[in-house]
């Protein structure tokens, strides 16, 4: 069963872990991904329902060609290579952003994992992917044009998103200590929480998302009433 917290995730300071220890910046982001681990356990022992990830943004294609095409192999080879990870431990993949520009052994290694994850039910894990708030809201909009809805609500905007059963989420956390979404789950940050913490990604493990979940529970939640 699924439990209900959902975690949103900014992913920053890759570059700056590898550049400290005179690495590529490549080297960051394959830390990156063991952290991820380390923090998807630590997500799963601590009863998280959801975590979205920010992988890459829509903006990320303009890095130098090497990251991005380092990044785009990591989606492929690795996402496939742990599956037996995310099997082991009941976690399901879902996709979340515009997947159509994305290599296509990258897709297909998305929807590969994504069908073979598709029974878990610990941990949902929403990859973002090529991913823009703004853009998802576009996507969802045009959804919406092309199903025949004239009358744009924000239920039909949130109903028309790439995965619409995935709750709103609760607290996103930025690492690296930036203060900013950089277009991350724009609408529904509308009443997120939101925490940054001053650590490079590579570094987070359990801890961190027990800090999370200790933050997110002293938060008094008004959704613009008056609250408890
Ligand atoms: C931001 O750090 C991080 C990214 C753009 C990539 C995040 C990707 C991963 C952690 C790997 C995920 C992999 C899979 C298979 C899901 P930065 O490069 O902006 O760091 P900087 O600000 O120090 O330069």
Redesign the pocket.
């Known amino acids: 069963m699924v439990n209900s917290l959902h975690i949103g995730l900014i992913?920053?300071?890759?570059?700056?872990?590898a550049?400290a220890r005179h690495l590529p910046?490549t080297a960051?982001?394959l830390a990156?991904?063991k952290?991820?681990k380390r923090v998807a356990l630590g997500a799963i022992r601590n009863n998280v329902g959801y975590l979205t990830?920010?992988?890459?943004?829509t903006e990320?294609w303009k890095r130098p060609k090497e990251e991005v095409d380092y990044?785009m192999g990591?989606?492929s080879e690795?996402?496939t290579g742990?599956l037996p990870f995310f099997n082991d431990n009941g976690i399901r993949l879902l996709f979340l952003g515009d997947m159509f520009p994305l290599p296509s052994e990258a897709q297909e290694a998305l929807h590969f994992v994504i069908e073979k994850t598709a029974a878990n039910d610990r941990l949902i894990v929403q990859?973002a992917i090529n991913y823009g708030g703004q853009d998802e809201i576009c996507r969802a909009v045009n959804r919406a044009l092309e199903k025949g809805i004239s009358r744009i609500t924000p239920d039909v905007i949130r109903s028309n998103f790439d995965n619409p059963e995935v709750p709103p989420v609760d607290i996103i956390a930025r690492s690296?200590g930036e203060m900013r979404l950089s277009n991350f789950l724009i609408w529904d940050a509308a009443y997120a929480e939101f925490v940054s913490y001053e650590k490079?990604?590579p570094d987070w493990d359990e801890y961190d998302i027990v800090n999370i979940i200790k933050a997110f529970g002293q938060r008094n939640r008004k959704f613009g009433g008056l609250g408890k």
């Open positions: 992913m920053d300071g890759n570059g700056r872990w550049t910046r960051g982001h990156g991904l952290a991820l990830l920010y992988c890459f943004s990320n990044l990591l989606f690795k996402v742990e990859l690296a490079l990604w």
